[in-house]
């Protein structure tokens, strides 16, 4: 059985950063893309970022060069480190084992 569990969410100051983490379980983990995606009040869902079994990595445009994803096959874990947040990444983020696993999501809010 699939599980995602997200953590590492909170509340920070305009420019600050946050780690998130998502431990995964129930699946062949170093196989699999994962990815984060996010979802502002009043908004639709959004992928944020993607990282393919090799590594590879691609961003939404509005955070890029600000957030890093990373995996940790041993671990079964990825990553998303996020540095010079702003009010707009305000969201509850999600991580995704693409396209049908979703973890319960983390609230992460971006204000002063």
């Known amino acids: 059985q699939v599980q995602l569990v997200e953590s590492g969410g909170g509340l920070v100051q305009p420019g600050g950063s946050l780690r998130l983490s998502c431990a995964a379980s129930g699946f062949i983990f170093r196989i699999y893309d994962m990815a984060w995606h996010r979802q502002a009040p009043g908004k639709q869902r959004e992928l944020v970022a993607r990282?393919?079994?090799?590594?590879?990595?691609n961003y939404a445009d509005s955070v890029k060069g600000r957030f890093t994803i990373s995996r940790d096959n041993g671990k079964n874990t990825v990553l998303l480190q996020m540095n010079s947040l702003k009010p707009e990444d305000t969201a509850v983020y999600y991580c995704n084992l693409p396209e049908d696993y979703w973890g319960k999501g983390t609230l992460v809010t971006v204000s002063s």
């Open positions: 990282i393919n079994s090799g590594g590879n990595t």
